[in-house]
C-alpha cells in the first residue's frame, strides 16, 4: 500500500515544526516515497498548512477539550491537515474527514481515530463561527506580525495577505538568444498564456504555472525561472562588456546567470555553503555560461581576494526572506525575532568588507529578499553616515512605500515578490 497522501504531509509539519526542518529539505525527500499521481495534493497540503500554521493551530486549540500529548505531535499536525482541507480547499467534505482519520489507523494511532472524527465533525458543522473571529486569521507569526505593524501601519494587513497568496511562475528570457519580444511569440504559438512584465525588460509571467521541461529552449537554457524582483538586481547593476564583477552571495546563481546573460564579462561568484554552491554550476551548465566559483565567507577577504578592484558588485545578502513568504512559507515558522538581530550584524559585516573592492568610480548593489526596516533602509543609511566616498544612486523604480534609502518593494499578488534595492557609488576620490 502507498504512504497515504495526508500523512505524508502530516509527517512534514511535524519535522517542520518540531525539528525545524524547512520545506526545501522535506518535501524532494517525500515526494520521492509517494506515487507520482499523489505529488500536486502533497505539495497541495503541505504549502498550505504551512501558510496557515499559525490560524489552524488556534482552530485546533479551539476544538479540543485539551491539548494533544506533546509525544503524539503528529496526530496534532493531522487535525490541521484535515481544517485545512474542509477549510480551505474544495476537496469533498467525507473524503477530507475519512482519509484523514484512516491516515491515523495508518500511522497505528488507532486511539485517535475518534479524536479526530469528533473535532474533525465539529469543525465541519461550526466552520463559520469558528473561522469569523480567529485572533491570528492572517497566520502571521507575533513576532514578525509586531515588527511589520510597527514598519508598516497603512500596509502590514495587506502584507500579511498578499504574503498568503501565491505569487505568479515568473520566467527570464535569456537576452543572448532572444528578445522578449520573439520569445512571447514562441509561447503564443505553443499556447502558453503569458505576459510581459512591468519592471524587468526581460521578464514573463505566466497565466499558470507550467512544468519548466513544457517552456520552449528552457533545456537549452534560453529561458529560467525567477521572480521578477530578483531580475531587478542585474537590471540595476547594468553591467558593461569587459567589466570585472563579483557576486558575493550567488547560491543558487539565479542573479550569476543573469548577470552573466546581460554581458560579456568577467565574473567571480562566491558563497559560504559549498554544497550551494554547486547548484550555482549546475545552473550556469544550463544556460552554457561560466564564471569563477569559489566556496568561501565573502567577507573574510584574504581567503579569496587578489586585491583587484571590482566594477559592479553584487551583494544579495543573506536575509530573513520576509518578502518571499508567498513562495516559502516555511519562513513564518523557522525564523525567530532573534534572528534579525544576528542577520543584521552579518549583513553589516558583509556589505562594510564588500565596499573595499570596489573599485573608485564603481558601484555595489546591495539587495535582500527582506521587507524589515532592520535588514535594508537601516542598513543602507547606516553605512552611508560611516562612508564618505559612498552615495546613493536614485532608482526609477514605483514602489508603494516610501523608504529613508533604497527602494522597498512589497510582495505584490499579481507581480513582484518583496525586496530591497540600493546602488552605492563609490566616489572617484575620497573626500
Ligand atoms: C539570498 S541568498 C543568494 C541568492 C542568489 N544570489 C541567487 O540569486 O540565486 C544568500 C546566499 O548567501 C550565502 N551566504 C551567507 N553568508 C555568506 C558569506 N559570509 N559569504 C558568502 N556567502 C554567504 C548563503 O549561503 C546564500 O546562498
Redesign the pocket.
Known sequence: MSLSTRLAAADTLYQMVEHGRSLNDLIPANLEKLDIDQHPFYQQLVYGATRYYFALDEIASLLLEKPIKEKERLVHMLLLVGVYQLWKLEVADHAALNETVQAAVDSKKQWAKPLLNATLRRFQREKEQITADLRRRDSFPGWLNKRLRKAYPDHWQDICQQSNQLGPMTLRVNQRHHTRDAWLALADEQGLECQATEYSPVGIHLAAPAPVFALPGFEQGQISV?DEA?QM?ATLLNVQDGEKVL??????????G?LLESANIDLIA????ER??T??EE?LSRIGLAATLTA?????LAQWWNGEAFDAV?L????S?TGVIRRHPDIKLLRKSADITALAK?QK??LEKLWSTVKPGGRLLYA??SILPDENSDQVVQFLANHADAELLALNLKTDVACEAGVQWLPRSEGHDGFYFALLHKKATEQ
Do not use: F, I
Open positions: 525567477q530578483a538586481c557576486d558575493a552571495c550567488a547560491a543558487p546563481g539565479g542573479k550569476t543573469h562566491l558563497d559560504v555553503d550551494r554552491l547548484r550555482v545552473n568561501c565567507d565573502a567577507g573574510d553584487l544579495d545578502a543573506p536575509c526572506g552579518v559585516n558583509l535582500t529578499c
